[in-house]
C-alpha cells in the first residue's frame, strides 16, 4: 500500500506541478524517478516532523500540495500541536501519508504501533482521515486528494494486503461504502479490517445469520448517514478496528448510536486493541489475533448480541 | 562568524516622539480590552516599527500580494505592537484597536491568520514561526521569487526544540531570503533567561546552526534601519539579527518588570501612569 501511495504522488506530482514530496529521512531510493526528474517537487528533510509540518503548511499556504511521509507515530504524535493548528487551524491543503497503520511495525515494539492515529486527529477541525481497505482502494482515493480542501490523513497499511475493495463500489472521500447487505446485522470496519469483516460475513452466512459489512474508508468526516440509515435496519451493530478502542472507529458509531436513540436500542459490541500498550513483539496477523481483531471473534460476537436480542 | 556587539546598551536609549506615540497607542488598546501582554509589545515595538515603516515591502489594500514581503510574529504574544502599527498602516480600521480581545473583534490577544488582514500566521502557542517562514521562503526559492521572509522570535521561545529544527532545515536550504529577529530582552515569564534556561552564546548558537548572525541595539531606530538594509547578510545563509531589548522598555513602570509580563485587569491608575510615563521620557 506504501508502494502505491508514493506511486500515486508521483503521478499527482507530474499531473500538477504544485504538488511536493517531503519525506523524513527515509530510505535512500525512495521516489528516485520524482527526484529525478521533477527535483524542485522532492524534498527530503531531517528527522524533524515538528518543522516539517509546520513548513509544509507555510509551503501550502503559498500555493504547494504538500505530501509528507514518514512512520505513522511520528507523524501524529511528535507533532500534534503542529497538525492542530498549522494543519487545523491554518486550513492548509497538507496530506501526511502514514506508514505503518495500527500494528503492522508490531516486531518493533510499542514506540512504533500507530495504533492511538485515528484517535488522535478525530479531534482536529478540518482533518480528512482515510484509512484504505488495499492497493486497489488506496489508488481511488489518492487521485482524489488533490481536491480536497484542508490537510487529509491517509493511514497505510502493511503492504500486499488481499484486495477486497471493488471497482464496482468505488471509494469516494466521505462516503461509506456498503460491501454487503443483510438484516441481521451489521458489521463496521475499516482500513485491512474490510477483509476481516467479509470473512465473518461469509461465516455467518453459512450459518444463516445475513449481515451487513459497512466499510469506512473516511473516518472524518464520518458518513453518519450511512451508519444511521444502516444500524437503524439491523438489531446488532458491532464494529472492528485495527486501533484502540478508544476513540476510533468503534467510539464514533457509539456516538451516533447513543445519539439515535433507537428504541430498541442496538445491541453494540467494539473490537479492537483494549485501553493497553501491545506487550508482544511477533507480526501485525499475530497481534491482531493476541486482541482478537479477527474474523472468528467476530462471528462470536455478533452471534453472542443476536443471542442476547429479543 | 559573528559580528562584535557593542552599542550604546538598550537601557540607555532615550526613544523618539514616534516611539512613545506608537507606545500610547498601545496603552489605548490595553485600556480598551483591560488586558494584554504589555513587556513583549514594548520590548519588539522598535523592531516591528523598523520592518514596516523602512525595510518590509507590503501593500495595505492588498494584504495579499503575492510579491509582498513576508513578517510573522513567531512571539505572538507581542502582538498589540503589531496591530498598532497595521491599523496605522490601514490594513484594518483603527476602530478594531478598540474591540481588542471583544467578542465582535478581529483583534485577540494572539494574532489569527485569515482574521487579522497583514498577519501571516496564527502564532501564540511558541516555537511555530520560524517553520512557518522556511516554507515561506523555501517556496519563493524553488519559485525564483525575490521577496523576503521575516520572523521575529522570543528569547524565551528559542527553548523551543522546533525553532532549532526550523534553523537547521533553513541552513541545509540555503535560504538568505529569509531573516529571523532575536527580540533578546533577556527575560522570560519566570524571571530572567539566565535563570531560567540559559541561551549564552546565542549569537555563536546560531552561527553554529549556519546562520549569518548580526547583533543590534532592538530599540536604535537608526541601527536597525542600518543593519537591515544590509539584507541579505550572506549570499547562500539565513539572516540572524540579534536585538538586544528591554522588556516593557519605555516606562519606568514596566520595564524589566515581571508583572507587567501580561497584565489582566488593567486599573485606570495604572493606564494614567504609563501614559504620564510616555509623556514624560
Redesign the interface.
Known amino acids: 500500500m506504501r508502494k502505491t501511495s508514493l506511486d500515486m504522488v508521483y503521478e499527482l506530482a507530474k499531473r500538477d506541478r504544485r504538488v511536493v514530496f517531503i519525506g523524513s529521512d527515509l530510505g535512500p531510493d525512495t521516489l528516485k524517478q520524482l527526484k529525478a526528474e521533477f527535483p524542485?517537487q522532492f524534498?527530503m528533510?531531517?528527522v524533524?516532523e515538528?518543522?516539517i509540518?509546520?513548513?509544509?503548511?507555510?509551503?501550502?499556504?503559498?500555493?504547494?500540495i504538500p505530501y509528507i511521509n514518514t512512520i505513522a507515530t511520528f507523524l501524529t504524535r511528535r507533532c500534534f500541536?503542529?497538525i492542530v493548528?498549522?494543519l487545523g487551524?491554518?486550513n492548509t491543503k497538507v496530506r501526511l501519508i502514514a506508514s505503518g497503520g495500527g500494528v503492522v511495525y508490531a516486531p518493533l515494539g510499542p514506540t512504533h504501533l500507530a495504533i492511538d492515529d485515528i484517535a488522535i486527529l478525530r479531534t482536529v477541525p478540518n482533518m480528512t482521515i482515510l484509512a484504505p481497505a488495499d492497493a486497489d482502494e488506496m489508488r481511488r482515493l489518492m487521485l482524489q486528494t488533490l481536491d480536497v480542501e484542508g490537510p487529509i490523513y491517509v493511514r497505510l497499511g502493511k503492504g500486499g494486503d488481499p484486495i477486497v475493495s471493488r471497482d464496482d463500489l468505488p471509494a469516494e472521500i466521505g462516503k461509506a461504502i456498503l460491501m454487503r447487505e443483510g438484516a441481521d446485522a451489521l458489521i463496521v470496519c475499516t482500513g485491512i479490517c474490510l477483509q476481516v469483516a467479509l470473512a465473518a460475513a461469509d461465516d455467518l452466512e453459512k450459518q444463516g445469520i445475513a449481515a451487513s459489512v459497512l466499510h469506512v474508508h473516511t473516518l472524518k468526516p464520518l458518513d453518519v448517514t450511512a451508519i444511521y440509515e444502516n444500524a437503524a435496519r439491523v438489531p446488532v451493530v458491532v464494529t472492528i478496528e485495527e486501533h484502540t478502542i478508544v476513540s476510533g472507529l468503534g467510539s464514533a458509531v457509539a456516538e451516533i448510536l447513543a445519539e439515535s436513540s433507537f428504541n430498541p436500542s442496538k445491541r453494540f459490541q467494539r473490537i479492537g486493541i483494549p485501553d493497553v500498550f501491545p506487550d508482544q513483539y511477533g507480526s501485525q496477523a499475530s497481534l491482531m489475533a493476541r486482541y482478537d481483531i479477527t474474523a472468528g471473534r467476530l462471528t462470536e460476537v455478533v452471534k453472542q448480541l443476536r443471542g442476547n436480542t429479543r | 562568524m559573528t559580528t562584535a556587539f557593542s552599542p550604546t546598551t538598550p537601557d540607555d536609549l532615550a526613544l523618539d516622539a514616534r516611539s512613545r506615540a506608537l507606545r500610547k497607542m498601545i496603552v489605548r488598546t490595553i485600556e480598551a480590552g483591560k488586558r494584554g501582554h504589555v513587556g513583549a509589545a514594548f520590548s519588539v515595538m522598535e523592531i516591528l516599527r523598523v520592518l514596516y515603516d523602512d525595510i518590509l515591502k507590503v501593500d495595505p489594500a492588498n494584504p495579499r500580494w503575492t510579491e509582498r514581503d513576508r513578517c510573522i510574529l513567531s512571539k505572538g504574544h507581542g502582538c498589540i505592537a503589531l496591530y498598532v502599527l497595521l491599523a496605522e498602516k490601514g490594513f484594518f480600521p483603527e476602530s478594531e484597536l478598540w474591540k481588542f480581545c471583544a467578542s465582535d473583534g478581529i483583534l485577540g490577544g494572539h494574532p489569527e491568520y485569515g482574521k487579522v488582514p497583514g498577519v501571516e500566521a496564527s502564532t501564540g502557542s511558541l516555537g511555530h514561526g520560524l517553520s512557518f517562514g522556511v516554507g515561506f521562503a523555501l517556496n519563493a526559492k524553488l519559485e525564483g521569487q525575490k521577496h523576503r521572509v521575516f520572523v521575529v522570535v522570543g528569547d524565551g521561545e528559542c527553548s523551543e526544540g522546533s525553532i532549532w529544527e526550523a534553523a537547521l532545515c533553513a541552513a541545509q536550504h540555503k535560504l538568505s531570503q529569509l531573516t529571523v529577529l532575536i527580540d533578546y530582552n533577556k527575560q522570560q515569564t519566570y524571571g530572567t533567561i539566565a535563570e531560567v534556561q540559559g541561551l549564552e552564546p546565542l549569537a555563536d548558537k546560531w552561527a553554529s546552526f549556519g546562520f549569518a548572525v548580526r547583533e543590534v541595539n532592538g530599540h536604535d531606530v537608526d541601527a536597525l534601519r542600518a543593519v537591515l538594509s544590509e539584507m541579505p547578510f550572506h549570499p547562500s545563509k539565513p539572516g540572524a539579527l540579534i536585538c538586544h531589548t528591554v522588556k516593557g522598555k519605555g516606562t519606568g513602570l514596566t520595564e524589566r518588570n515581571l508583572s507587567w509580563h501580561h497584565k489582566a485587569r488593567v486599573s485606570e491608575a495604572e493606564v494614567a501612569s504609563l501614559f504620564a510615563s510616555l509623556d514624560d521620557e
Open positions: 524542485g524534498l528533510e531531517g524533524s515538528a518543522n509540518v509546520t513548513m509544509a503548511a507555510g509551503l501550502a499556504m503559498e500555493g504547494k500541536e503542529q493548528l498549522d487551524l491554518h
